[in-house]
């Protein structure tokens, strides 16, 4: 196997003409990889997408290929897939008021251009589910922008379907997760086009590190949620005092440990299946 790409959290391979994604037990939080791996995080990522994966092919085309036809070393945590010409664009879709969303509302009354009720506070239901995509940026943190500059970088055709798709895909996943007792606050899907043109969800779907969330039992808006992702870890950092700049800080054991059992938890709620690391 070629190493092609090392991510902040995921290591590409090229295998046999295939595309290898494997996920590391590495966290990132503000686009700053931290030092000290979760265990089992990149298994829980992998094993997550993959049933969500196989649940929701009926709403768009992924890029699998296997999740067992991988080498015995990566087993549990790679998935053999399609190579991708990808999209430049993070489809991030929010049900809930919350994070970077919540702060541009606070400025403008509007994420990412689409306007919202006046008075909505942290963790509010919206409406409807809104398409706030970002930037996809190398280096640095993603920015906000619009439906029309998506438009303006990939057509109208193709970003209208973009919007679409990442609207139903949420709408399935957060359907399901209700009924399971969980909140998808927001969430965010990466997409790209195959040999034939086909547009193709890529990377990874509803899992503790693309999306929020929240124990609906506890949801309360005006307040700070539970969160079952990697938000926690955020908080954590944040209450270190650091600059949210490289390097990051050692995360102590019990934020290691309590940070895995909310994966765990929602791995378990969602899929019905025991883990087994």
């Known amino acids: 196997m070629e190493l092609v790409h090392s991510g902040k959290v995921r290591d590409l391979y090229t295998d046999r003409g295939d595309l290898l994604l494997v996920a590391s037990d590495r966290v990132s939080v503000y686009d700053v990889p931290l030092p000290t791996p979760i265990p089992d995080k990149g298994a829980l990522l992998t094993q997550l997408s993959a049933w969500w994966f196989d649940r929701l092919a009926d709403v768009v085309p992924n890029h699998v290929l296997s999740t067992t036809d991988v080498p015995d070393e990566f ?15 993070e489809c991030i879709v929010r049900g809930y008021l919350t994070g970077s969303g919540l702060r541009e509302y606070q400025r403008d009354g509007a994420v990412s251009g689409v306007a919202l009720p006046d008075g909505l506070v942290e963790a509010d239901r919206l409406p409807e589910p809104i398409f706030t995509p970002t930037t996809k940026a190398t280096e640095g943190h993603d920015e906000f922008i619009t439906f029309d500059d998506v438009v303006a970088e990939i057509g109208v055709d193709t970003a209208k379907r973009l919007r679409e798709l990442s609207i139903e895909v949420y709408r399935r996943g957060a359907e399901h997760a209700a009924s399971r007792g969980i909140i998808i606050a927001d969430t965010k899907f990466e997409f790209g086009f195959d040999a034939d043109g086909t547009l193709t969800l890529a990377d990874e779907i509803l899992t503790s590190d693309s999306s929020r969330f929240w124990p609906a039992d506890e949801w309360r808006p005006g307040r700070t949620q539970h969160s079952f992702d990697k938000q926690f870890v955020r908080d954590w950092s944040v ?10 800080p050692e995360i102590p054991d019990d934020i290691v440990q309590s940070t895995r059992q909310r994966y765990i938890d929602v791995f378990e709620r969602i899929t019905e299946q025991a883990w087994q690391s």
């Open 75 to 89: 087993r549990g945590r790679a998935i053999r897939c399609k190579r991708l010409d990808m999209i430049g664009v």
């Open 239 to 248: 209450s270190t005092g650091w600059d949210k700049t490289a390097p990051g």
